[in-house]
């Protein structure tokens, strides 16, 4: 299983984006889905995760109330929609799948650039 990225992108402060991850092959085989984001010389930080067969969902304190997580198991891909969007949330972010949920990731997609501006 491969994870593909995209959505990225540059966006004023108060806009909105949404990510998405495609996972190849035709079943999803991990338990859960979740999008971290890095900014250069900064630890990887999570943002948010899905549980993928029963939907149940995680948001970071700095995301809650403006980035939501979902997943659409008929086209193996999870989503991020990211409102309300501040310069802080400038970074790479980066979709991962695990076995055995949020605290280690078996597989990472490539990342991509979200730029806000003011």
């Known amino acids: 299983v491969q994870l593909q990225a995209s959505g990225g992108g540059l966006v004023q402060a108060g806009g909105s984006l949404k990510l998405s991850c495609v996972a190849s092959?035709?079943?999803?085989?991990?338990?859960?889905m979740a999008w971290f984001r890095q900014i250069p010389g900064e630890e990887r930080e999570f943002v948010a995760g899905i549980n993928w067969s029963g939907g149940n969902k995680y948001l970071a304190d700095s995301v809650k109330r403006r980035f939501t997580i979902s997943r659409d198991s008929t086209k193996n891909t999870g989503y991020l929609q990211m409102n309300s969007l501040k310069l802080e949330d400038t970074a790479v972010y980066y979709c991962?799948?695990?076995?055995?949920?949020?605290?280690?990731?078996?597989?990472w997609g490539q990342g991509t650039q979200v730029t806000v501006s003011s």
């Open positions: 991962a799948a695990g076995s055995f949920g949020l605290d280690n990731m078996d597989i």
């Open positions: 092959g035709r079943a999803f085989p991990y338990v859960v």
